[in-house]
């Protein structure tokens, strides 16, 4: 339930914003971005490539919205609100440690380039730190679509430039720096939802419900 004190329009702006930035930050570097990198120095065909990328988020974190909007109906507001403060905080933790990769994850090109990059990035995402910060997400705001559409277009952000420029910008991307602002993201909405659950008469503007 939408917090009275923000009209339904701004709230939902502000969802699809906090969850297009959040989620591109912590993109950068992530396993899903390094695939990206490999797909494109592998196939040479960007567009794709793009539309994989594109498809594959769009299912896997519209079911991870899904999640998070249906995990808001098991727990009252103030049991969801210490649980998501805490989730928050651990994503903060999770965002800082350097992600690995399995070049296995690449080796579907029998597939097609479309198919390939589809099938791989909806794996690789399936667990990923972006997938379980949309499903956190979706359940802080229970805004669905505004979140996965954030998520989706911050996941874009970071991975079309992969793409499109791939090793011109691997190098150059200050990853312990984007890591660290995204992880200060995380810890900030979970110390402000943790707040807001505790102590709602003086937060009451950041109250989970």
């Known amino acids: ?11 939902q702006v502000s969802a699809f914003i906090i969850s297009t930035g959040i989620v591109a930050l912590a993109e950068i570097g992530d396993k899903t971005q390094l695939l990206a990198f490999i797909l494109a120095a592998k196939f040479k065909k960007p567009v794709p490539i ?41 994503m ?7 992600d690995k990769f399995d070049e296995a994850d690449a080796k579907l ?17 399936m667990g990923d730190k972006t997938q379980v910060a949309t499903v ?9 679509l505004p979140v996965v559409a954030g998520t989706t277009f911050g996941m874009m952000l970071a991975n079309v430039p ?22 200060s993201i995380f810890a900030v909405l979970g110390v402000a939802t943790l707040l807001a659950t505790m102590k709602p008469e003086l937060f009451s503007f950041l109250a989970f419900n």
Request: charged share 10%; aromatic share 10%.
């Open 92 to 98: 903060a933790i999770w965002t800082l440690i350097p």
């Open 109 to 125: 090109a029998h597939f097609g380039i479309f198919c390939t990059t589809l099938i791989a990035f909806f794996i690789a995402e």
């Open 136 to 144: 956190a997400l979706a359940a802080k705001y229970q805004a669905l």
């Open 162 to 183: 992969a793409v499109l420029l791939g090793k011109k910008i691997a190098n150059r991307i200050p990853v312990r720096l984007v890591h660290g602002i995204a992880a």
């Open 50 to 90: 793009i539309l994989g990328i594109l498809i594959a988020t769009l299912a896997n974190h519209g079911f991870a919205g899904a999640i998070g909007a249906w995990l808001t109906s098991l727990a009252d507001s103030e049991t969801m609100g210490l649980i998501l403060g805490v989730s928050f905080i651990a």
């Open 1 to 11: 339930m939408v917090n009275g004190s923000f009209p339904a329009m701004e709230y």
